[in-house]
DNA sequence: AGGGATATCTAAGCAGTGCTTAGACTGGCA
DNA sequence: TGCCAGTCTAAGCACTGCTTAGATATCCCT
């Protein structure tokens, strides 16, 4: 029926017409999407419950993404490309090598706390089954080899061991993926939180327990 | 009916009697459960294939627990319990605090690599509800606390900074969930077969490149 | 301006899920 | 023996992802 063309009406901040939504829909649907991982976490997304929020039919979401999957796959699409960019100010706002490696680490951090949403979905690979979408393992290559120039040149300056720069490529890695994990799971907030401090401080303070190490003389 | 009773009598090894399963259901759905985790993903394990693997009704597995997350909650504490025992095993096994804290990573990985079911449930708390089974926090305490005391020990030793463990404790905390996060999910995996490596050697080599750090004279 | 292709949406339905309820059955204990 | 507590079944509610058939609106093209 026009149930669709009624309720945008009612609601629409543009009662000039634009039934069934238009092409705002698919906006529509990824924003609602993101407030509500942000919200309630991954687990409360469903295709159906953002269509109710967005007053269209359970069927109406199908048109934009072919199914669950496509929509975090464009979250994840478009968080990489807003990581990039962070991580690549976070690079040029730095002196040497082993400050940039810091910098970067409290980056990463910084955008999982301004995007929490985002990176929740990028934390969980399988919701956006990679398999399906490749532009999803696509978009995660920038980050990596922006972090693996970096630490080649923390080789160059002789701060971390010379040779196969991927054992400290994964040490950086794994050590930004995992604090943020921990971060964004409930267990870091809850240890912060009996510290007296908080996340955001105590990155800063892992960054600052990597700096003195990797500035100690080398053997 | 006696449709269980019947199903159980056709496929028991005990012939002898035992309807309704017994107390053996809860252990079954456990262990039925840790499978499904480790072939298919958490996302495929639900109470109602498991109940129907185990031949029993759907509603079965509820007098054993109380919902899928009491569980996963399950699943946890005895992850945890297996980790502690290995972490204290490698311990026991390192000289110094250096090659303990190293040992320590080595270990962690080693724990996903042999029991990846229990880690892939441990690595997503959402999933056993904390906050509704407080057991699950608990059970993460011991771990942490045995990384809390290697690192007090490294700082004796002045292989890290002095002062508060806390930032070199989280340090350690992130790149082993961090790694074993990416291993579980993929990346890692891809990243090593493109670099003719495995998993299992990239972290002893990440390993390698924290001792070559934290072996380096204090400035 | 009219007309047809195309994109968008609705309505209805299938199979699967977590979880609840009422009731039936069993084993063990007094 | 009789009864009770623990275990299970059957049925059902509300929710989910996804598909299909059909209706409606928009846009472009002659």
Chains 1, 2 share one sequence.
Not at 66 to 78: E, G, N, Q, T, W
Not at 201 to 208: D, G, K, N, T, Y
């Amino acid at each position: 029926m026009r149930q669709g063309v009624d309720q945008h009406a009612d609601s629409g901040v543009d009662p000039g017409g634009r039934p069934y939504h238009h092409g705002a829909l698919r906006a529509r649907l990824l924003a609602a999407g993101l407030d509500l991982v942000a919200a309630e976490g991954v687990g409360a997304l469903s295709l159906r419950r953002l269509a109710r929020e967005a007053g269209v039919s359970s069927g109406a979401p199908y048109h934009h993404f072919p199914d669950r999957a496509a929509l975090f796959a464009a979250i994840v699409v478009d968080g990489h490309d807003l990581l990039f960019t962070r991580l690549d100010a976070a690079r040029a706002g730095s002196s040497d090598a082993v400050a940039t490696l810091c910098e970067l680490l409290v980056a990463y951090a910084g955008f999982a706390a301004d995007h929490p949403a985002h990176m929740r979905v990028m934390l969980r690979p399988e919701l956006a089954e990679p398999a399906a979408h490749p532009e999803v393992t696509a978009a995660g290559v920038r980050p990596i080899e922006l972090l693996r120039s970096v630490v080649l040149a923390a080789q160059d300056e002789g701060a971390v061991p010379p040779g196969d720069p991927e054992p400290v490529l994964h040490m950086f890695w794994s050590l930004a993926v995992g604090y943020v994990t921990l971060w964004l799971d409930g267990p870091v907030e809850a240890r912060c939180a009996v510290l007296g401090t908080t996340p955001d401080e105590m990155i800063r303070r892992v960054a600052s327990a990597v700096e003195e190490l990797l500035r100690r003389p080398p053997a």
